[in-house]
């Protein structure tokens, strides 16, 4: 079992930065791939960001690409989600994941039912 533990939401407004953290602990999760996903009011959850346990491949949904970076501090077990130029459209729950898979296949990145882990999830709201 992987725990996780996600902090750092809030209130900012349009343009403004937060940064995202996920703790994990458990099951050695430096070989985990870790993802962050999000889910606003009546809509699906979407991904946002991931990153393979080896942090050589990153991946990013098309609509945050240049202004979200996700990291991955394996010391610490944790990963971030460093976001810039935030717009009233990021606001939503944001989800840390993580795939006991290491070398997922890049089409598998981005679907949620690839990650066996989740967090209780983090308020984030971008006033305009």
């Known amino acids: 079992q992987v725990q996780l533990v996600e902090s750092g939401g809030g209130l900012v407004q349009a343009g403004g930065s937060l940064r995202l953290s996920c703790a994990a602990s458990g099951r050695p999760f430096s070989r985990y791939t870790a993802g962050w996903f999000r889910q606003a009011p009546g809509k699906e959850r979407e991904f946002v960001a991931a990153?393979?346990?080896?942090?050589?491949?990153?991946y990013y949904a098309d609509s945050v690409k240049g202004r979200f970076t996700i990291s991955r501090d394996n010391a610490r077990n944790t990963v971030y989600l460093q976001m810039n130029s935030l717009k009233p459209e990021d606001t939503a729950v944001y989800y840390c994941?993580?795939?006991?898979?290491?070398?997922?296949?890049?089409?598998?990145?981005?679907?949620?039912?690839?990650?066996?882990?989740w967090g209780q999830g983090t308020q984030v709201t971008v006033s305009s």
């Open positions: 994941a993580a795939d006991s898979n290491g070398y997922p296949v890049d089409a598998m990145v981005g679907v949620a039912t690839e990650y066996d882990y």
């Open positions: 990153v393979r346990w080896t942090g050589d491949r990153i």
